[in-house]
T-cell receptor
Framework: QQQVKQSPQSLIVQKGGISIINCAYENTAFDYFPWYQQFPGKGPALLIAIRPDVSEKKEGRFTISFNKSAKQFSLHIMDSQPGDSATYFCAASLNSGYSTLTFGKGTMLLVSP | KAGVTQTPRYLIKTRGQQVTLSCSPISGHRSVSWYQQTPGQGLQFLFEYFSETQRNKGNFPGRFSGRQFSNSRSEMNVSTLELGDSALYLC????????????FGNGTRLTVT
C-alpha cells in the first residue's frame, strides 16, 4: 500500500521555467510534509517542509502548497536552473515520529539550459 | 559541523553472507534511522534508534537488525543476504525530540551477487 503517491515520475523543464511536482497522501494522521532533494551519489537533503496548519510556505525559489481537504501537496520551483536537476522526494510523517518518513517514489527533474 | 558519516561507501557480498554497516550521526544527535533505497521500492524505513533503544521499526524481515551505542553511533546488520537486498542503505540522524528534521548520510551501496 503506497501511502504517498508522487507524480510525475520524470520532468523536463527549460531554464527559467516553473517545475511542479505533486504528491497525494492517504493517512489523515500525517502532519509533517518535507521535500528532499537528492543528487547522484549523495543522500537526500531536506529542501523545505510544511505542516498542515498553513497552506503555503516559501523559501527562496521553492514553494510548498498544501491542500488539507484534498490530501495533496506540491512543490513549485520557480526560475528553474540546471543546478536544480536532481531527484525530488516528497514525504510524510506523524508528529510523534519525524524520523519515520513515508516517501513518495521520487521525481527525476532535468532542467535544460 | 560534520554531517552524517557512513562506512563503507561500497560493499560487495555473496548471497548467504552477512554484512554490517556503520553510521556516525551529527554531533549532538541522539536519534539514528536507517532507510533502504532501491529503484523499484524507493526509500523505505527500516528502523530508528534513540538512546540505544529501538524506537520504531519498519516492515522488514528479522534478517535486518541494528543497534546503537552510547555515543549514538549505530550499526545495521543484514544476515543471510539475498539478491534482493542489493540497495543503497541510508542512515539519517536527528536531535530526536521535538520538530527536528532528518539529516541523511551519503549511504552505503550494497551489492549482493
Amino acid at each position: 500500500q503506497q501511502q504517498v503517491k508522487q507524480s510525475p515520475q520524470s520532468l523536463i523543464v527549460q531554464k527559467g521555467g516553473i517545475s511542479i511536482i505533486n504528491c497525494a497522501y492517504e493517512n489523515t494522521a500525517f502532519d509533517y510534509f518535507p521535500w528532499y532533494q537528492q543528487f547522484p551519489g549523495k543522500g537526500p537533503a531536506l529542501l523545505i517542509a510544511i505542516r498542515p496548519d498553513v497552506s503555503e510556505k516559501k523559501e527562496g525559489r521553492f514553494t510548498i502548497s498544501f491542500n488539507k481537504s484534498a490530501k495533496q501537496f506540491s512543490l513549485h520551483i520557480m526560475d528553474s536552473q540546471p543546478g536544480d536537476s536532481a531527484t525530488y522526494f516528497c514525504a510524510a510523517s506523524l508528529n510523534s515520529g519525524y524520523s519515520t518518513l513515508t516517501f513518495g517514489k521520487g521525481t527525476m527533474l532535468l532542467v535544460s539550459p | 559541523k560534520a554531517g552524517v558519516t557512513q562506512t563503507p561507501r561500497y560493499l560487495i557480498k555473496t548471497r548467504g553472507q552477512q554484512v554490517t554497516l556503520s553510521c556516525s550521526p551529527i554531533s549532538g544527535h541522539r536519534s539514528v534511522s536507517w532507510y533502504q533505497q532501491t529503484p523499484g521500492q524507493g526509500l523505505q524505513f527500516l528502523f530508528e534508534y534513540f538512546s540505544e533503544t529501538q524506537r520504531n521499526k519498519g516492515n522488514f524481515p528479522g534478517r535486518f537488525s541494528g543497534r546503537q551505542f552510547s555515543n549514538s553511533r549505530s550499526e545495521m546488520n543484514v544476515s543471510t543476504l539475498e539478491l534482493g537486498d542489493s540497495a543503497l542503505y541510508l542512515c539519517a540522524s536527528t536531535v530526536g525530540q521535538g520538530n527536528s528534521p532528518l539529516h541523511f548520510g551519503n549511504g552505503t551501496r550494497l551489492t549482493v551477487t
